[in-house]
């Protein structure tokens, strides 16, 4: 049998909850809730549509112009957002990877980032999806097998889906206290300031509307953001302490599939902020031998 665009596919089940996961990515496919989505899905023998679900190592987000400086050498790696001219999301979003364990509810699977220009490092990541009554919960280990410490950030990358209509229609709360400012063409970060007086504090619930948000939020009041719909169905999602940043993203796509746009809301619990091994803001550096974990669970409301 053709194995499908998106990978070897992995369907599990608890109770009301069923969540399909594909290796390459080590991607959320789809998950549901008596039969509702959570999260924006697409069909297994699709090309991914962008990051959509995807694990996002050894860094989230971006890399400005692909270029750092650690441990006193200059690297570059490839320009994967051509538009802005960044490194985005890593190294593993289009790796397939292996199936390590699993059962009725729960899959591992692994890859190794082997050493190569721009990130000489040996890194091997191992992802859990697993449900129970709480909802899908994943958790990314990343272990350094190589001699040489490593620089290391990570998240996912759902976007998740409140109930019936688009972005414009649901209401989101989003307990945090600072927002990371950008530039507007190349989305460069420039500094963390208060969400105070900014339409970008969702601390209360709030309808999003028209508001266009792509920025990562810190000052984390409480790990989670919910969605509701409204008709009154909803989504939430938590993450652990590894997590002291969220990207929130309106999914603006107007001119790359009317279907695509602002149909979910992107939020993805990162280890560090954008070009986090620029600034050092938050990175991880892992000794050899070293490993770290994050996680982060998305359930119906």
Known sequence: MTTPLSGTQYDLVHGDYRASIASVGASLRALTFAGRHLVTTFDANEVRPVFRGATLAPWPNRIV???????????????????????????????????????????????????????????RIEVLFELSDAGLYSAVTATNLGPDAAPFGTGPHPYLVAGEGRVDDWTLTLPTQRVLTVTPDRLIPIVAVSVDDTDFDFREPRAIGETFIDHAFTGVIDPRVTLTAPEGTGVVMTWDDACRWVQVHTADQPDVASDRHRSGLAVEPMTCPPDAFNSGIDLLVLAPGASTTAGWTIANL
């Open 65 to 123: 112009d692909g270029k750092y400086r650690f441990a006193g050498e200059e690297h570059q790696v490839a320009l994967t957002e051509p538009d802005r001219s960044h490194a985005l999301h890593g190294l593993v979003a289009w790796t397939s990877f292996e199936h390590v364990a699993s059962s009725e509810s729960h899959v591992v699977l692994a890859t190794t980032i082997e050493a190569q220009v721009g990130y000489p490092h040996r890194v």
